[in-house]
C-alpha cells in the first residue's frame, strides 16, 4: 500500500492521548476512538506510523493491532481475556520440571526457581512445583489471588499480558515482565530454557532460529506496551 499520510501528531484526548495522521485522529479498526492512556504509549504507536516507508505493508502495525484488540474485544469484556491468561496458571511452564535425575533438573532449579521464588514472595500466593509432566493442580488460593491480580489491570495492559503470557506459557513470566525492575530478555530466556537445552544437545536450523527470534521480539513488543501503558 501506499502511505496517504505526511505529518503524525499526538493531542490530548480527554484523560489520555490521541494519534492524529495528518490532523485527522484515528480510530480502531472497529471503529471506537483509539484513544491511549498514556503519552508514552501514544508515542510509541505514534512511531509506528511515522516510520513507515512510501510503500509499507497493512500488517506492519503491530503496535496499532494491540492497542485496537484492547479497546475493541478487552474493554467489552475483561473476563475473557482473563480466563485466557488464567489458563496459563494452571500450566505454567515454569512450575513443570524434569525429573530430579535429569540433567535438566539442575538448569531448571537454577533459572526457575529464583524467578518462582521471587513472583510468590511478591504476589503473596505459593505455586505447586510439578516434576514431570502429570498434571497438579495448583493451589485454589493461588489462582483466586491471581484472578484477583489480573480483573485489577486495565484493557491495554490485559491486551499486552495475553500476547507475553501465551508465547512465554507462563502467567509468572508474564506478570513478573510488569515489574519495571524485571529484565524482559532475561525472562524470555527462562521461558525459552527448555528448548535453549535442546539445542545445546542437538544444535539448531536457520527456520528453528528464525522462529525463535520472531517469537522473542513479539514478547518484547507486548512487555515494551505494557510498561507504557502505564502498568
Given amino acids: 500500500m501506499k502511505r496517504f499520510w505526511k505529518d503524525v501528531t499526538v493531542q490530548p484526548e480527554g484523560d489520555g492521548w490521541r494519534i492524529a495522521l495528518d490532523g485527522r485522529p484515528l480510530k480502531t479498526q472497529g471503529g471506537a476512538a483509539q484513544v491511549l492512556p498514556t503519552r ?4 510509541l ?48 511452564t515454569l512450575c513443570y520440571r524434569a525429573d530430579p535425575d535429569e540433567p535438566l533438573h539442575r538448569r531448571q532449579w537454577e533459572v526457575w ?20 509432566i502429570v498434571h497438579r493442580p495448583q493451589p485454589a ?6 484472578r484477583a491480580r489480573l480483573e485489577r489491570l486495565d484493557p491495554m495492559t490485559l491486551a499486552a499480558l495475553e500476547v507475553a503470557t501465551s508465547l512465554a506459557a507462563s502467567l509468572c513470566v508474564g506478570l513478573s515482565s510488569l515489574d519495571a525492575s524485571a529484565a524482559p530478555e532475561a525472562l524470555w530466556e527462562a521461558a525459552e530454557l527448555e528448548e535453549l537445552w535442546q539445542v545445546e544437545q542437538w544444535g539448531s536450523d536457520w527456520q528453528a532460529e528464525e522462529r525463535r527470534e520472531k517469537r522473542k521480539s513479539e514478547f518484547l513488543r ?3 506496551f505494557a510498561r507504557a501503558a502505564g502498568q
Fill in 40 to 43: 508514552e504509549l501514544a508515542d
Fill in 113 to 132: 526457581e529464583p524467578l518462582v521464588a521471587e513472583f510468590e514472595q511478591r504476589e503473596g500466593v505459593r505455586l505447586e512445583r510439578i516434576s514431570g
Fill in 141 to 146: 488460593n493461588t489462582l483466586a489471588a491471581l
Fill in 222 to 224: 507486548a512487555v515494551r
Fill in 45 to 92: 504507536l505514534a512511531a509506528e506510523w511515522a516510520d513507515q516507508p512510501d510503500e509499507f505493508d497493512a500488517a506492519a502495525f503491530p503496535l496499532r493491532d494491540m492497542a485496537d484488540y484492547a479497546i475493541d474485544k478487552v474493554a467489552p469484556d475483561p473476563a475473557a481475556a482473563v480466563a485466557k491468561i488464567m489458563r496459563f496458571a494452571e500450566t505454567d
